[in-house]
């Protein structure tokens, strides 16, 4: 059975920071492209940004200089490090593992940025 948990949401004031983590079981993690996904409600999702198996990295224009990902295959882990936060970055942030055809989601963590 294919798990990816997120976590680390939470409450967090503008210019602050986050770590989300999205813990995989079930798959061979280091095949995967793992991406991460943000949505807010009435809005469709968005791309965050994504790490391929091999390690490169792409960001949606609106985090890049602020969001970082990163992944650590011994631990079939896959991380976002979310600096300068703003209010705008309020969304549930879902973790998402990709390998041929083969698409998986978390269940989401709320981040909410306000003062």
């Known amino acids: 059975q294919v798990q990816l948990v997120e976590s680390g949401g939470g409450l967090v004031q503008p210019g602050g920071s986050l770590r989300l983590s999205c813990a995989a079981s079930g798959i061979t993690f280091r095949f995967y492209d793992m991406g991460w996904y943000r949505q807010a409600p009435g809005k469709e999702r968005e791309l965050v940004g994504v790490i391929t198996w091999g390690g490169s990295k792409n960001y949606a224009d609106s985090v890049k200089g602020r969001f970082t990902i990163s992944r650590d295959n011994a631990k079939n882990s896959a991380y976002l490090q979310m600096n300068s936060l703003r209010p705008e970055d309020t969304n549930v942030y879902y973790c998402?593992?990709?390998?041929?055809?083969?698409?998986?989601w978390g269940q989401g963590t709320q981040v909410t940025v306000s003062s």
């Open positions: 998402n593992a990709v390998f041929g055809s083969n698409d998986y």
